[in-house]
């Protein structure tokens, strides 16, 4: 089973940017599909986005379309989220997550085989 760390997060103004990464141990990263997750204060999970094992498919949750770009390296096992004009509503601690994005719109942690301890954004001036 994949071990996930993320690091990257932080306080951001709004209109700011991060890039999150996340490191992956073992092999079975490269094999397996990977999301970005995301909770906010108070709220329940949130899928943010995913990429297929080889990087060639990626898709975004309505809410940070055009303003997020995922990616990996499976070279390096790392996954990273790139995110561009952050606002006060992305405020949230984001998890890595092995799995593709969830059939259901309410997320569980079963949803995904493995998670990171998470990275905590700030989004605020």
């Known amino acids: 089973q994949v071990q996930l760390v993320e690091s990257g997060g932080g306080l951001v103004q709004p209109g700011g940017s991060l890039r999150l990464s996340c490191a992956a141990s073992?092999?079975?990263?490269?094999?397996?599909?990977m999301s970005w997750v995301r909770q906010a204060p108070g709220k329940g999970l949130e899928w943010v986005s995913a990429?297929?094992?080889?990087?060639?498919?990626?898709d975004y949750a309505d809410s940070v379309k055009g303003r997020i770009i995922i990616s990996r390296d499976n070279a390096k096992n790392i996954l990273y989220l790139q995110m561009n004009s952050l606002k006060p509503d992305d405020t949230a601690v984001y998890y890595c997550?092995?799995?593709?994005?969830?059939?259901?719109?309410?997320?569980?942690?079963?949803?995904?085989?493995?998670w990171g301890q998470g990275t905590q954004v700030t989004v605020s001036s």
């Open positions: 073992g092999p079975a990263f490269s094999r397996a599909f």
């Open positions: 990429i297929s094992s080889g990087g060639t498919n990626t």
């Open positions: 997550a092995s799995g593709g994005r969830p059939r259901r719109p309410v997320i569980l942690p079963a949803d995904f085989t493995a």
